[in-house]
């Protein structure tokens, strides 16, 4: 989290307005490894860690290549004279890495089911998520201060002179020190037999489906605009903030992401998974709606603390009924498919959703910060649908024997 604070929070403003991308272009950058990374878990890494029950070793090989992939893309990004071809190779290599670096992803969502009991998963998942607010804090302050170079330096200096590529690659090479005292996990024939009477008699298609499609609008609503936002927050004829100021208003997010996971635990029991993740959903549309109708930078900053308290709650939450829809033997290739529905949304839903609309308007004449505006509006709509879908599913699961 580290790593994603300090490479992507800035990237966007990076290809925006140093290289010279469209706003639908920039989006590029997580559309295309985000369908890569979903095809590979599903259909690659998700098979082998299922044929071999191997977790761990899936996540220290995903880190290692792709933080050595990471340092060859920032000179390959400089070679050429061409901004516009610096930020398409930026793209088209990020893809190449997330080939690789999907290993991980794969490898510690099966890794927490296996070596946590069903109780205590959601519980876990809320801690993690507190931890990884703290890295993603102190990434987001470090890429604001390197980003200019401490103000001393042009703004992109942090990309363009390769600080930014090689802390982030840094940061996935130390990752994998601690990973070095996790179990391997995996789920062994006898382990199988066993859990397979409690767990798999509970598995149902339908649910599980409609829990899918759910989790799809919910994402692509919340996370269209994570692309966009940097790009609507240092706007010149908006809020035109600093490197540094953005940084400041991320890192309210990543404050409420940290005291949320310190009691997500506890709160998610008391209420239920289910009633857990329809309130996460609610705030988000919630932090939306402000985005969409009002500009003043008090109600930014309360929107985005309402993104982080959303983040961890329904981060936990769907993680948890994933957990129990989805059976052991068979949690490498459908976690793949959960995962996909939070993966894809960070990059299909800017590139098809917040994107055009945000281009779109702008050359119909309106302003960038109405049609901005809009496509907060539009992401606010497509959450809200899939927290109404969540009701469909919780009903139907309940008359389901």
């Known amino acids: 989290m580290f790593r994603r604070g300090l490479f992507y929070s800035y990237l966007t403003i990076y290809l925006r307005h140093f290289l010279g991308l469209s706003v639908t272009t920039t989006t590029l950058f997580a559309t295309l490894p985000m369908i890569v990374s979903v095809i590979s878990q599903r259909y690659i890494w998700g098979v082998i860690s299922d044929r071999y029950q191997k977790r761990r070793l899936l996540i220290l090989w995903g880190e290692i290549i792709a933080g050595i992939l990471t340092v060859v893309l920032w000179y390959l990004h400089i070679l050429p004279d061409d901004k516009a071809m610096?930020?398409?190779?930026?793209?088209?290599?990020?893809?190449?890495?997330?080939?690789?670096w999907s290993m991980s992803n794969i490898g510690w969502s099966a890794l927490i089911s296996d070596i946590y009991e069903e109780s205590r998963r959601g519980s876990i998942m809320g801690k993690l998520e507190s931890f990884g607010g703290l890295g993603r804090m102190l990434g987001v302050l470090s890429g604001g201060l390197l980003y200019d170079g401490f103000g001393q330096q042009f703004s992109g200096w942090g990309?363009?002179?390769?600080?930014l590529f090689f802390i982030s690659s840094g940061a996935?090479?130390?990752?994998?020190?601690?990973?070095?005292?996790?179990?391997?996990?995996?789920?062994?024939?006898?382990?199988?037999?066993q859990i397979i009477t409690r767990e798999t008699s509970r598995y149902?298609?339908?649910?599980?489906?409609?829990?899918?499609?759910?989790?799809?609008?919910?994402?692509?609503?919340?996370?269209?605009?994570?692309?966009?936002?940097?790009?609507?927050?240092?706007?010149?004829?908006g809020f035109h903030l600093s490197s540094m100021t953005l940084g400041n208003i991320v890192n309210i997010?990543?404050?409420?992401?940290?005291l949320t996971g310190l009691v997500s635990g506890m709160v998610g029991k008391r209420l239920g998974a289910g009633n857990y993740l329809t309130v996460g959903t609610g705030i988000s549309v919630l932090s939306l709606l402000i985005l969409g109708m009002f500009e003043t930078i008090e109600l930014v900053c309360l929107s985005s603390f309402l993104m982080g308290v959303s983040e961890v709650i329904i981060s936990a939450a769907s993680y948890e009924l994933a957990?129990?829809?989805?059976?052991?033997?068979?949690?490498?290739?459908?976690?793949?498919?959960?995962?996909?529905?939070?993966?894809?949304?960070?990059?299909?839903?800017?590139?098809?959703?917040?994107?055009?609309?945000?281009?779109?308007?702008?050359?119909?004449?309106?302003?960038?910060?109405?049609?901005?505006?809009?496509?907060?509006?539009?992401?606010?709509?497509?959450?809200?649908?899939?927290?109404?879908?969540?009701?469909?599913?919780?009903?139907y699961a309940r008359r389901s024997p």
């Open 204 to 237: 149902n298609p339908r649910i599980f489906q409609i829990f899918i499609v759910a989790m799809a609008l919910i994402n692509f609503g919340r996370n269209s605009i994570s692309v966009t936002l940097a790009q609507y927050l240092t706007l010149p004829g």
């Open 323 to 395: 957990s129990i829809y989805i059976p052991p033997e068979k949690r490498g290739k459908l976690f793949s498919v959960f995962n996909a529905t939070f993966f894809l949304s960070w990059g299909i839903a800017a590139t098809c959703i917040a994107g055009p609309i945000t281009d779109l308007l702008i050359q119909a004449g309106r302003s960038a910060v109405s049609a901005y505006q809009v496509s907060f509006n539009v992401a606010a709509a497509m959450t809200a649908s899939g927290m109404i879908l969540l009701f469909v599913l919780f009903a």
């Open 159 to 163: 990309f363009y002179h390769g600080a």
């Open 172 to 193: 996935m090479f130390l990752s994998t020190l601690p990973m070095l005292m996790v179990p391997e996990g995996g789920v062994s024939s006898l382990e199988k037999e």
């Open 86 to 100: 610096a930020g398409y190779i930026i793209i088209i290599g990020l893809s190449v890495i997330e080939l690789f």
């Open 253 to 258: 997010r990543s404050v409420a992401i940290i």
